[in-house]
């Protein structure tokens, strides 16, 4: 799905699906629920992770029963520090809550406290042919870099502990950004696989990606998605950037030939992707946008753009700042999203080792 043009604002419609609602959603009465995450592998979340995910997560915690997580077992797929992990996993948790995750409405909790995401995990390990996973391309990117041989056997079996992740809690939608497509394709095969073989067991899942958004580029190089693992920080808009760094990063985004404030994703990458960004930060159109440029120059574009941008990040910034004040409050709040969060995983893991023709639980 690229991004299109039509200006959206409603919950429903800022939300692309890609498939038909699943036919076997859950009972009449019944809220429909969402489930997404982000690693806490770098000091701060960027602002592909915010519009590429958090700005929907947000939207969708009023119409369906949200879980939101911090998958710490995924970031250890690759060396982490294990200091900057306890400090990432907090401050991640200080980001959603200060973007707007509701703590009171919405379930937030961290992975690592929750152990049915391991156990589902391997039984659905057990159930991905070799070649399955490795086509998958984040897989192959993540590899590439670390050298095929050094690559860690958990990388490989990243995406079949994302499915367990999503399938334990039955959600209709999993609102992420473009880039895990691939992996959401995945657990959907893997739920009707575990659905085929042993009755119905799990609700199939569909991707939400965002109309503008889904993907956002490196801005030194417009052809790469922004990543925190990019070679320079230059290309990069961190949440917890101060704002001057984040003014300073969007007016020197490399922009392309010519003058004209146009779309064109294969001419104009970076003016593209400039226009995007803006576009998901002001909820307007694409179009609308191209309409308000028309005689003007890129360096107009860039200063509204980095004005917008800091507008709508500095307060979370700010807030996400206090919230690191108190660790404690934090730990708290996601203690009991945790025992919230097993209130569901737990049935659904004991249903599936039942069904796999496991022994009840020694007591
Ligand atoms: P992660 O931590 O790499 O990214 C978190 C979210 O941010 C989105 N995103 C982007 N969106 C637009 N443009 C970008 N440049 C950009 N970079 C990142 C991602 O699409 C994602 O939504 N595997 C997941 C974490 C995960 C997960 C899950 C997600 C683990 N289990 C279960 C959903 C459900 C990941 O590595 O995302």
């Known amino acids: 799905m690229t991004e299109t043009t039509t200006r959206r604002t409603s919950p429903a419609d800022v939300l692309a699906r890609d498939t038909a609602p699943t036919a076997h959603l859950a009972g009449a009465g019944t809220r429909h629920r969402v489930l997404s995450g982000m690693q806490p592998s770098a000091d701060s979340l960027h602002l592909g992770n915010y519009l590429g995910a958090l700005v929907n997560w947000v939207k969708v915690q009023d119409d369906f029963d949200a879980y939101f997580f911090i998958p710490d077992l995924h970031a250890i797929t690759v060396p982490q ?9 907090r401050v991640a948790a200080a980001q959603y809550i200060a973007a707007g995750i509701d703590p009171e409405r919405s379930t937030l909790f961290v992975q690592s406290q929750v152990p049915e995401h391991a156990q589902l995990a391997w039984v659905l390990m057990c159930m991905t042919g070799m070649g399955e996973a490795q086509r998958m391309t984040q897989f192959k990117d993540k590899a590439a870099k670390q050298g095929a041989e050094a690559a860690g056997v958990g990388l490989f079996a ?26 959401v394709e995945l657990t959907r095969d893997l739920a009707q696989r575990f659905n085929a073989r042993y009755g119905e067991t799990f609700v199939v899942p569909e991707g939400f990606y965002p109309v503008n958004g889904a993907r956002v580029y490196d801005l030194q190089n417009p052809l790469a998605k922004m990543s925190k693992s990019a070679a320079s920080p230059n290309g990069l808009v961190n949440i917890l950037d101060a704002p001057k760094v984040i003014a300073k990063r969007i007016k020197s985004a490399v922009t392309d030939d010519g003058t004209e404030v146009r779309f ?13 960004i803006y576009a998901a930060v002001t909820e307007r159109s694409v179009a609308e946008l191209e309409e308000a440029y028309v005689g003007r120059m890129y360096g107009h574009l860039k200063v509204d753009l980095a004005e917008a941008v800091v507008e709508r990040l500095a307060p979370i910034r700010e807030r996400a700042l206090e919230l690191m004040d108190d660790p404690a409050e934090l730990d708290r709040l996601l203690a009991r999203g945790a025992a919230k969060a097993r209130e569901v995983a737990s049935p659904v893991l004991a249903d599936v080792y039942a069904k796999v023709g496991f022994l009840p639980p020694a007591r």
């Not at 064109?264 to 995007?276: F, H, I, Y």
């Open 81 to 89: 520090d294990p200091e900057s992990m306890v400090r990432r996993t």
């Open 158 to 183: 990243y995406p079949m502990l994302m499915a367990a992740d999503i399938l334990l809690y039955q959600p209709h939608g999993v609102p992420v950004g473009d880039d895990q497509r691939q992996h």
């Open 264 to 276: 064109d994703r294969e001419a104009k990458p970076g003016v593209s992707n400039l226009l995007s």
